[in-house]
């Protein structure tokens, strides 16, 4: 614990910084706690907006979703009045935001951590590369994880992008498109719904693209053929206009290349949440042996009808075709002195088709008074 004075970085759910810092300024009147917790910030900035009909309106932005700004003593008390606000998810003390005693060396810390343009990567890599090289993420194990928490949803600017589907996501958005990257924890739909947390929050990361890369189309294609036959292509096309966003992706190949989830390619069994770490929601791989075949296609839709409707569509079709020959020779010797000989050949085949759709509609009622 520290005697004197610091700013720490607060990691709350998205959309609820201003309530913690509300609730927080409440909790040290309430509790005399003035001589440990000074200043709470939730740092804002003025922006511009083109909405979907072309109007522009000027908007109030958080510049870093998810934090909240306290200058504080920490001392058993003061971190306990903290950590017990409502929609605070705990204190990010590590090496990635140390505690810091000048705010705006803490926050230039917290912006170039997340922008992109702080890291090189080779050309034409994807956000994955980006990822893996920002301090308090990790790629490992077929997923994601920020701050020691499975990433389970990916955001591009905002809006959900090809569903729980994370690998996928990050695979298929260029990195010299991404201006930078936001981590953050957020409810789940029930638990915002209610207002009541019933332990169903998850970590997302928003990746924000250049202003400029928001219109437009782009993509990338690739094949190879080598002997004896194999062959592997694919590829992506994405055209970006403004709120509305449209994404398909293809791989085709005969040497087990897998480039989608797992969860696409080789069929899924529902399990818990706690066993979800390929970033592909609650879902467990069936593994399958030998050599596959894979189709696979996928598309992701995102757009904004009017100014209080959403939607966000995903859908996945595959098919893997395989094949698994063994060979077996056997020698035994037994007790009497027999020896017991033994030849067998298997030639196992498996089509595994897969479809998967997700949608979600989000409509924002007038309020009742």
Known sequence: MSDEAKWYVVHTYSGYENKVASNLEKTVENHSLQNLIFEIRVPTEKVTEVAANGKTKEVERKIFPGYVIVKMILTDESWYAVRNIRGCTGFIIQSTFPPSDNLMELLMMIDAARRASAYKVSFGADAESLIS???????????????????????VDGREFFGNDVMSAVRNIPADMVESIDVYNSQ??????TGVDIGDGYTAINIVTQPDKRRGAFGRLFAGYGIPDKYIGGGNVNIFDRARRLSVIAL?????????????????????????????GNFMVRPLDGVSTVQAVGANYSDEWGEKAKITASYFFNRAGNRNESLTDRQTFTSSEKLVLYDGATDARIENVNHRFNSRFDYKFNAIR
Request: charged residues 20%.
């Open 133 to 155: 090289k920002m301090p308090g993420l990790e790629v490992a194990d077929g997923g994601i994880e920020a701050q020691g928490r499975t990433v389970q949803r990916v955001y």
């Open 188 to 193: 789940g739909d029930q638990s915002e719904f």
């Open 252 to 280: 085709v190949n005969n040497v087990n290349m897998q480039n989608f989830s797992s969860e696409d390619i080789l069929g899924t069994t529902e399990q818990g949440q706690a066993n979800a770490r390929s970033g592909s």
